[in-house]
């Protein structure tokens, strides 16, 4: 699709004009499985400003993930914690747009996080120095918090994805009876 086409169907959503309106209008001019996708992918006006507070929820806690990665990788810097970073800054600039594609990408990249971080304690348990041990206390603090602001991004990625866009599906909108990309 053509980057003047999604700007004009992006200014259309943001007048409030509904998606069988603007799918009415292009769906001669471009691959209607292509349309209907695009159109799946963004919210309309209505429920945009519904979920806005939400989706700014889930950007401030992604936002303390980013910082968190980032003191990590001024302590030890290794391919793994870049590649995390782009990552996450990636997730950041699509729920920014609050394109429907990414709740589900976030919803796993969080679950992944929680996963990675306590398989990391499990290791680093019985790694540490006897002159470390006294810091174990912070790193469990530090630990928790990282995990509820992880299960918080799950929780409130998983209402958007639910509430905002319940003709998606696990990564694609559904398809209806005659085999099309459902967009409402």
Request: charged share 25%; glycine share 4%.
């Amino acid at each position: 699709m053509e980057k003047d086409i999604r700007e004009e169907i992006f200014a259309a959503l943001k007048d409030g004009n509904s998606k069988q309106e603007i799918f009415d209008k292009y769906k001669e001019s471009e691959d209607n499985n292509v349309l209907r996708r695009f159109l799946a992918s963004r919210p309309s006006k209505e429920v945009k400003n519904k979920f806005k507070s939400l989706n700014r929820v889930i950007i401030v806690l992604w936002l303390a993930i980013l910082l968190i990665e980032l003191l990590g990788i001024l302590i030890e810097i290794d391919l793994l914690s870049v590649a995390s970073i782009l990552v996450t800054i990636f997730i950041l600039f699509k729920l920014d747009v609050f394109d429907g594609n990414i709740y589900m990408s976030s919803i796993l990249w969080a679950g992944w996080g929680i996963f990675w971080i306590l398989r990391e304690l499990t290791s680093l348990s019985t790694s540490l120095a006897p002159e470390e041990e006294e810091d174990i206390p912070l790193l469990l603090v530090t630990i928790a918090f990282f995990v509820l602001i992880k299960m918080i991004i799950i929780v409130c990625s998983l209402l958007i994805k639910r509430k905002a866009f319940p003709y998606y599906s696990w990564f694609q909108p559904k398809k209806d009876d005659q085999g099309n990309f459902q967009f409402e």
